[in-house]
């Protein structure tokens, strides 16, 4: 496991020129100007949430369809109860199609600072680490915060138990809608 995680981190590694090159290309990536405004950052960020969470449902959902699941996605779940170290192990077509749910909003806006993307790694890490935790815990899980809306580590334990439900990535609301949002009856809020 650990061997093929370094695998697929480095690279990912080596894409990151490659990346760098599509987001200026599509707009310009500013690294030197002043910070934007806190209203822009914050617009930018709900921005590029909204769309991850979107492409990432979809692509996943679609990830579990017979084919691609026993050719692509399954490695993913190997393992039943899911760590930090396991979400990032994955297929090099399945971690492709992450990067491109993550980088699809930043490359698309004409005018994009490296504060705010470096916020949206942050956030983005941190949920995908807290989701395969395995914890909801206590004022630090958004799952814990707004359960009715967000998604988190009590559904994706579940989808890695059950190999379905629960595809969404920060939120819920497509889970809900597709009729895929589920949760163990024995599942309880750690307060």
Partial sequence: MIKETIRH???IILLTPLLYYIINYFGHLDIRGPRPSWLTIIYQLVLFILSEDAIFFWTHYLFHT???YKNIHKKHH???QP???????SDPIEGLQNQLSIWFMPVLLKEKHIF???IWIAIRVYQTVNAHSGYNLPYVS???WVPWIMSGALAHDFHHEHGKWNYGSFFNIWDRLMGTHRL??????TD
Avoid: A, D, E
């Fill in 66 to 68: 017979p084919w691609l």
């Fill in 78 to 80: 190997i393992y039943k």
């Fill in 116 to 118: 705010t993307l470096c």
């Fill in 142 to 144: 958004t799952q814990y």
């Fill in 83 to 89: 760590t930090g170290v396991v979400s990032v192990l």
């Fill in 9 to 11: 981190q480095i690279s």
């Fill in 184 to 189: 163990s009856k024995t599942t309880k809020r």
